[in-house]
């Protein structure tokens, strides 16, 4: 007999020579095996006579279920068999499958291994390794030149602010910009820095606001005024300089010399968020520190911003988080959330990409789609969850609204009469080292929110208020 079996694309060809009663029966089989259902033809020739054999053998379990059709010179004989299977035979094969998912399970933990190596370790080194926000920055290389190139660009920035200044100055530049009962207030809290005085950041703020103002058109964008708080001996040189243009007040010489800087800087925010409500009773108060630069699209974020139905029940918005501080490792229960969300879509959209090339990648399983939504949480950790919120700019739209923050106070926005709620709530506060205005505020910060990204760009090196270190570093 004669055999050829197809397992897999492979075939075998078998010969056999059956002896039957003294005769000699040549029998050529071929064995085509499909999955479980095995075809089988045999044409055996004995002494001249030919006999066709049909043979369909069904393999399920241990038994294995042969029907034969026999057709000899016209006659046709039906015969079914059923023959148990060797139990070494089913050990075999269980074996061969353990050993073949094993052998698939371990390629492929190795691949995951080799994409996480080439992503973590070499892709993504060589390409964030000059990203001030991402882990893989380099500080003892990077850092110290980044600093210090910042604060050539802020010295230039303020060298030409202070130019534009003395310009509209001797030009006599027409007062304008606010009028009572506007819809937006633009305060800036400013006081006279005794370092980086040369940096001239309140000029620098005043000229983007009027660039901005006058990009509006017809239509003021908002009602501009600065409040110095100076309170020592000496002029506000800056103020003094945009007052032509914008509206000052100033709160006056010589109080609060007794109190902790904490306190002080308490004292003087209220009184700019009363003395804004007192003169020109806003509907909206925005106020910003002398060292927030708004956005190019400050005002188009601030609209949009105060049409979501929500913002009007919120006790105040933060238009700036620290950008350090806004990484998806953090103590915000929502960005883990977000976080996570993030990692799902990831992944999906991944396994949708792959879908189109199932033969270069493995088909969907729970391992797989869990180790990618890991795979893109890690990764955009490591790039910098600050680089991700930047995409959002392309819309004031897109800009998300989470629950306020802790941290800081530069830009802050004050829908409604709240601005006269949060006075109150800071007038009865003491502030002092670890419980500086922000802290207040955060105790109270449950119908509060931040803005992401930022609405403004901290450029400040040098507080007013607070000790300043000798190179100021940009984290």
């Known amino acids: ?99 073949t998912v094993s052998g698939s399970t371990q390629r492929h933990v190795t691949r995951a291994l080799a994409v996480c190596v080439l992503t973590f370790g070499v892709v993504l080194p060589l390409c964030c390794h000059r990203s001030l926000y991402s882990y893989y920055f380099l500080k003892s290389w990077y850092l110290e030149e980044r600093s210090s190139e910042a604060l050539r660009q802020g010295y230039r920035d303020g060298q030409e602010a202070l130019q534009h200044w003395q310009d509209v100055a001797v030009g006599g530049a ?62 506000n040189e800056d103020a003094a300089l945009v007052e032509k243009r914008f509206r000052v007040v100033r709160r006056g010489k010589g109080l609060d010399q007794d109190v902790n800087v904490f306190e002080k800087e308490k004292r003087d925010y209220v009184f700019c968020l009363r003395r804004s409500m007192e003169m020109l009773k806003p509907r909206n108060v925005v106020v910003l520190e002398d060292d927030a630069l708004p956005t190019t699209d400050f005002f188009s974020i601030v609209r949009d911003l105060l049409g979501r139905k929500f913002i009007s029940r919120s006790l105040y918005v933060k238009l700036y988080h620290p950008e350090r501080l806004q990484r998806y490792w953090n103590p915000e229960p929502y960005r883990i959330l977000e976080w996570v969300g993030l990692g799902a879509f990831g992944a999906s959209l991944i396994l949708y990409l792959l ?120 984290l």
């Open 355 to 474: 879908a189109f090339f199932p033969r270069f990648f493995p088909p969907f399983s729970v391992p797989l789609f869990l180790f990618l939504v890991v795979y893109i949480m890690v990764g955009a950790e490591l790039i910098g969850r600050h680089y991700l919120l930047e995409l959002r700019r392309v819309s004031p739209q897109l800009y998300a609204v989470s629950p306020a923050t802790e941290c800081c106070t530069p830009a802050m926005l004050f829908p409604g009469n709240t601005s006269s709620r949060v006075a109150q709530l800071l007038d009865v506060a003491w502030c002092m080292k670890g419980n500086a205005k922000d802290m207040v505020l955060y105790r109270h910060a449950d119908s509060a929110h931040s803005l992401e990204p930022n609405a403004i760009q901290h450029i400040g090196a040098f507080s007013s208020v607070r000790v300043n270190p000798l190179h100021p570093q940009l």
């Open 174 to 235: 027409v007062h304008g910009g606010e009028h009572e009962g506007a819809e937006l207030l633009v305060t800036v809290v400013t006081a006279r820095r005794t370092d980086g005085l040369q940096y001239h950041y309140l000029l620098q703020v005043m000229r983007r606001l009027d660039e901005l103002l006058r990009g509006c058109g017809d239509v003021p964008c908002a009602a501009v005024m600065v409040c110095d708080v100076e309170g020592g001996p000496q002029e």
């Open 1 to 99: 007999m004669k055999q050829r079996v197809e397992i897999g694309g492979c075939e075998v060809l078998m010969k056999q020579q059956v002896e039957i009663g003294g005769c000699e029966v040549l029998m050529k089989q071929r064995v085509e095996i499909g999955g479980c259902e095995v075809l089988m033809k045999q044409r055996v020739e004995i002494g001249g006579c030919e006999v066709l054999i049909k043979q369909r053998v069904e393999i399920g379990g241990c038994e294995v279920l042969i029907k034969q059709r026999v057709e000899i010179g016209g006659c046709e004989v039906l015969i079914t068999q059923t023959c148990p299977l060797q139990s070494a035979v089913v050990t075999n094969l269980r074996q061969r499958n353990k050993l």
